[in-house]
């Protein structure tokens, strides 16, 4: 009996001290979204009947990845928080398009990732675990060799001018040519319940056509997602697309600050806020905007830390909680939580490596947690009550959840008193490092040690739980009192 009240009054301590559960989210919406974005040919090769012409050793050929490959990683990728999956084109493509842009025909599936079948059950295997699946749908260029440019009744559906990638330009202008473009993205849509589309270089084509374009994919399906990725980093840009129903757009004047602040310790975060502002005027919504370090048109994030003798692990910790805690939908680059390096051009097409050093994924792993558990990292407000010496303190606030983020991008460790900016009498709970700070005299005096970060959850301070402390009680007394009636009993129906 001693033993299972010591047990029990362990318990009652235990659960009092637990932090308080986190706001609920009665229906997901694409702000509270964390997209991995992939390449399928250097992802996963599983299905070697696919396998045409490969050679892993060529940079510029196909080197087998499949949609069966990504298919036996999904679980992969749900375990590290991510919520969506974005693929390059899926469309068949001209020889050595492993990259997806060199499109033959849009209406069938490029033979080396699988069949229409197989794309079909990745987005149903996604779906089941409650995952959304995007691809790219490149609307103005098509194959350097599309068999339109040798098609007398085609003349007038390729425009004069060449891309400096080879590819042919769509003369958008032509309604023929609009239509098909409209229709075929309609028709992956209805055949495969797909979830959002990332639209190529939305500048080089007419405002007019995205506003047709998106006004019938969305008749298709509800809460359809439109990212649109411009060629351009000028802000003013999206001015340009507002209005036109694409939903968001890439963040480039965000990343180009993101790049150059946590390539290398001891840099001002500074930059990083003044954006905020700037992001508010030019984004209809600049919690649909979408985030990122790196894509496949830059240079990778690690290759910039490794240029200036950094340990790229450090740097993209901080990097991902920044990205992960502020508005905006993060994109992860494929190989980012491995810290992949790469240079321009097809050396940032690595392979994919699923046998590498666990930490980084760690990392993302517990920031996804928090992101979707959490909605004042998808949905709150956004404040900035510290930044100086390469320290910043933010608060997210939604409904009656604040969480407050803390980096130190600096060689040294730092401390910062925060005060009227938050509730007095309260306690912050580190959510990644398990660091608690309480108010004293209405103060918070956040430490943190060099190149780290804390979520920190805002909640009462810790004490006895009164409320708890009783209703657990109330089932231990009931379960003692059973106990003693049980051997009651059993005294008297002894022989």
Not at 27 to 43: A, G, N, S
Not at 59 to 85: E, S, W
Not at 189 to 215: C, H, M, Q
């Amino acid at each position: 009996m001693k033993k299972l009240l010591f047990f029990i009054t362990v318990l009652i301590l235990f659960f009092s001290s637990l932090p308080a559960s986190a706001a609920g989210i009665e229906e997901r919406t694409w702000q509270d979204e964390t997209i991995y974005y992939l390449m399928v040919d250097r992802f996963n090769n599983n299905d070697v009947n696919n396998d045409y012409t490969v050679d892993i050793l060529d940079p510029d050929r196909y080197h087998g990845g499949d949609f069966q490959g990504i298919i036996d990683q999904l679980d992969y990728l749900k375990d590290m928080g991510f919520t969506a999956i974005a693929l390059n084109p899926i469309f068949d493509n001209e020889d050595n398009g492993y990259h997806g842009y060199w499109i033959k025909d849009f209406y069938e599936i490029e033979e080396h990732y699988g069949t229409i079948d197989t794309f079909k059950a990745l987005i149903s295997e996604a779906h089941e675990r409650d995952m959304k699946v995007m691809v790219d749908f490149v609307v103005h260029t098509v194959g350097p060799n599309h068999p339109w440019a040798a098609d007398p009744e085609k003349d007038d559906w390729l425009a004069d001018s060449v891309n400096e990638d080879d590819t042919l330009t769509l003369n958008l202008q032509n309604n023929e040519v609009k239509d098909y473009i409209i229709e075929a993205a309609k028709w992956w849509i209805e055949e495969t319940n797909l979830d959002g589309y990332r639209l190529k270089a939305v500048d080089e084509a007419p405002a007019d056509f995205w506003t047709s374009f998106a006004a019938e994919v969305k008749k298709v399906k509800e809460n359809f997602y439109l990212l649109g990725d411009l060629t351009s980093d000028d802000p003013q840009m999206v001015e340009k697309y507002k209005g036109t129903g694409i939903d968001g757009f890439y963040d480039y004047e965000l990343n180009k600050h993101a790049r150059s602040v946590f390539a290398t310790a001891d840099q001002a975060l500074e930059p990083l806020f003044k954006s905020w502002e700037q992001r508010q005027a030019a984004f209809e919504n600049p919690y649909l905007a979408g985030t990122f370090m790196d894509n496949h048109n830059m240079t990778r994030f690690t290759r910039e830390s490794i240029t200036k003798n950094e340990h790229p692990g450090p740097r993209w910790k901080l990097a991902l909680t920044y990205l992960y805690t502020v508005p905006g939908i993060p994109i992860v680059y494929y190989g980012s939580e491995i810290a992949l390096d790469g240079g321009g051009g097809t050396d940032n097409f690595g392979q994919m490596d699923f046998r590498t050093d666990k930490e980084l994924i760690d990392h993302i792993t517990s920031i996804g947690e928090l992101r979707n558990s959490h909605p004042a990292l998808t949905r709150g407000t956004f404040e900035l009550l510290h930044e100086d010496q390469g320290m910043a303190v933010y608060k997210r606030e939604f409904e009656d959840e604040t969480v407050v983020v803390a980096l130190n991008n600096s060689t040294f460790s730092q401390s910062v008193t925060i005060t009227s900016e938050l509730e007095d009498n309260m306690e912050l709970r580190g959510l990644l490092n398990g660091d608690l700070v309480r108010s004293a005299e209405g103060q918070y005096q956040i430490i943190l040690d060099r190149d780290e970060a804390e979520i920190y959850l805002l909640a009462e301070k810790t004490g006895v739980n009164i409320p708890l402390i009783a209703a657990t009680s109330s089932v231990a007394v009931g379960f003692v009192i059973f106990l003693i009636l049980l051997k009651i009993r059993s005294r008297r129906t002894a022989p």
